[in-house]
């Protein structure tokens, strides 16, 4: 198990669902404790929480949540 340290999550890194799905990429980190994911098809940017974040490993950032309740779930903004 390695220490997750938010200072390793890179800009354009993949967001992998814990489903094994692709819910977006990151643009930034926002605040202390949510992801800003990069515009999806729709033009949208959507926040999601640190706490759904289980590994970061080389470019991806795997989360502790399916794909479905990552979209029911993120903040449009």
Known sequence: ???MNVNDITKHADVIASDGQKV???DHLQGTDQIKLT???EG???LIPLSW???IKENQ???NVDAEEV????ITA
Do not use: F, P
């Open 61 to 63: 950032v795997m989360l």
């Open 39 to 41: 515009r999806n098809e």
């Open 1 to 3: 198990m390695t220490t």
């Open 71 to 74: 979209k029911s779930h993120w």
């Open 44 to 46: 949208s940017h959507h």
């Open 24 to 26: 977006g990429t990151v």
């Open 53 to 55: 974040v289980s590994e």
